[in-house]
Structures are given as structure tokens and as C-alpha cells.
């Protein structure tokens, strides 16, 4: 294995917002990058991702084990309930002591599962907890890491302009770091949306928006309400993925997730929409876009009447 991170051979499973961001600043650099996505496997979604590749020069394998095959490092971004899988996947053919950092928003116990079948396979397995959006800080977005490779691994990934801190020796205090935060950040984006919708619809939103400027004079509730809307709407069967990983987190803690799982009710529910063309198609520039979001909120009330069915 290569010991200079520029001249590692890096393999991105997911090909997704988080993906192409980190393959384009790796990229940027000169650095070797290759992906994989369940998508290319589709040729109804595989374009957009194989331009993508072409544009940058990322190299596009044909599997998971494959890309780890011919990788030094290897970070799965994927959806929090593929986090085990692709850590199964990899593990068919991961080199020796290849690190792989798992970027997945999933729960400690799915986090020590997927580290179980990477070790047990020769290589060295990394929790990372992401603990804000990645597209305005792209590969410089906070990044805790977390296991027995963790401390080896933060210096060389920071060479390549990461912004990791490590969290703990231990696998699950990274991740737990970052579930224990998403009840707070996913609920707040499903509360606004379940609140300022229903608002809304009686005709009652400049009076709560009104009164929430009073109560929390420090939040622009108008410049919230629209990214919330957008990033639900684009991102919700992620988020609502996430969420389920946090619901499982808070019930291994012994308490019952009332909290977080209405949040990914919410967040699966918007997201069925978006699949349904609620608020476009997917992929054109009108897709989830208002600087308003009560015209996004108008959208789900026309399709829907709040009911979730």
C-alpha cells in the first residue's frame, strides 16, 4: 500500500452528492479516484454519473469489490441502510491494511458490524461521523473519526484537505456523537415543514413565523424554512434513512424513539412526493428550488392535504 496519501489510488462507493463533491476536490489535486453506484448499474440513471466521471477523470468500476480490489483507501457515502452491505462487499476483496472510512449516517451498532467484516478481511475500518451538510464545506466538512485506526489515519486524510479530529479509539462514540445531533437537526427540518405547512394551509404563517423571530430572534426563519424545504425534498429518502439508524440508536439506548421516528415518517413522506413529481422533475432546474418556501409548501397541500397516504 501506498504510505504518500497523494499517491493513493482512493475508491468512493456512492456516487452521490457527497461522492462527486469529494471526487472532484480529490481530483482537484491530482489524486487517483475511482467510484462505484448502484445506479451505473441502471442505464435509466447511469449518464448523469458516467458524464460526471468523464468530466473529472474518475474512473468507474463495475462493483464494490472491484473498486476496493484496486483501492488504497476506500470511502463508502452511501444511504445509511446500505452502510453494512457495502462494508460485506468490500470486504470480498479489500487489500491489506487498505483504510476504509465509513462516511455513512448510521447507527454505533451498524457502524461496529461493517468494521467487523472490513478488519476480519486484512483491512483497517474508520467511523466517520459527518456532523454538518458537506456541499459549503465540501472536503473540508467537520469530520469526526472514530476506532482503533482512527488517530493513523486523521493526518494523511487531512494532507488531502479533510477536516478530521479524532473523536475515540473506540468504534461507536463518533457515530453516536453524530445520531445523538441528527434527532436535534432532522426533527427541527421535519417540524418546520410539518408546522409551517399546516400554517400554511389556515392562513396563519406570518403570524408563527411572527411569533418564532420573537421567541428565537437569532434564526431567520424565512432563509431556514426554504433550505429546509429544499434539502428534505431533494435529500428526504436519505434523511429518512438516517433517521431510522437514529431511532435505533436512541432504542439501544433503552428509551423508545417517539421523537425520531415521526421525523423519518416525515422525511419518507416528502420524499415519496418528490418520487410522485410533487415538486418536479427530478433533475431539471425547477426541481425544489423556490427561494420561497411556501410555494413548495402550496405543492405538498395541492398533492396531498397533509395526509400522508
Not at 26 to 50: C, E, I, M, W
Not at 293 to 298: P, T
Request: proline content about 4%; some cysteine.
Amino acid at each position: 500500500m501506498q504510505t504518500n496519501p497523494q499517491h493513493w489510488h482512493i475508491g468512493l462507493v456512492g456516487y452521490g452528492e457527497v461522492g462527486r463533491i469529494l471526487a472532484e476536490d480529490l481530483r482537484a489535486q491530482g489524486v487517483a479516484v475511482s467510484a462505484y453506484d448502484l445506479k451505473l448499474d441502471n442505464p435509466a440513471t447511469a449518464a448523469p454519473l458516467q458524464a460526471h466521471a468523464a468530466q473529472h477523470g474518475v474512473q468507474l468500476a463495475a462493483s464494490s469489490a472491484a473498486l476496493a480490489a484496486e483501492s488504497d483507501f476506500i470511502v463508502s457515502a452511501v444511504t445509511a441502510s446500505q452502510t453494512v452491505l457495502v462494508a460485506q462487499a468490500c470486504a470480498t476483496a479489500v487489500q491489506k491494511d487498505a483504510f476504509f472510512l465509513d462516511f455513512n449516517s448510521a447507527s454505533p451498532g451498524a457502524k461496529q458490524r461493517a468494521a467487523s467484516l472490513i478488519d476480519g478481511a486484512g483491512g483497517r475500518y474508520v467511523e466517520g461521523a459527518v456532523m454538518t451538510s458537506v456541499p459549503p464545506y465540501r472536503i473540508k466538512v467537520p469530520l469526526l473519526l472514530g476506532g482503533a485506526f482512527a488517530a493513523e489515519l486523521a493526518p494523511l486524510i487531512n494532507s488531502l484537505g479533510f477536516a478530521a479530529k479524532v473523536a475515540s479509539d473506540q468504534l461507536g462514540v463518533a457515530s453516536a456523537t453524530k445520531m445523538c445531533r441528527s434527532v436535534m437537526i432532522k426533527g427541527l427540518e421535519a417540524m418546520v415543514i410539518e408546522s409551517f405547512t399546516t400554517a400554511r394551509h389556515y392562513g396563519v404563517e406570518d403570524a408563527v413565523i411572527a411569533s418564532l423571530y420573537e421567541t428565537f430572534p437569532g434564526i431567520d426563519w424565512e432563509k431556514q424554512a426554504a433550505y429546509f424545504f429544499q434539502r428534505v425534498i431533494e435529500h428526504g429518502r436519505r434523511r429518512s434513512e438516517e433517521v431510522r439508524e437514529v431511532a435505533e440508536t436512541v432504542r439501544d439506548a433503552g428509551l423508545a424513539p417517539w421523537s425520531a421516528s415521526g421525523t423519518a415518517e416525515r422525511q419518507a413522506w416528502v420524499a415519496d412526493g418528490a418520487d410522485l413529481g410533487w415538486f418536479g422533475e427530478k433533475g431539471t432546474p425547477e426541481f425544489a428550488r423556490s427561494t420561497d418556501w411556501r410555494v413548495e409548501a402550496d405543492r405538498m397541500l395541492g398533492h396531498s392535504r397533509l395526509k400522508p397516504d
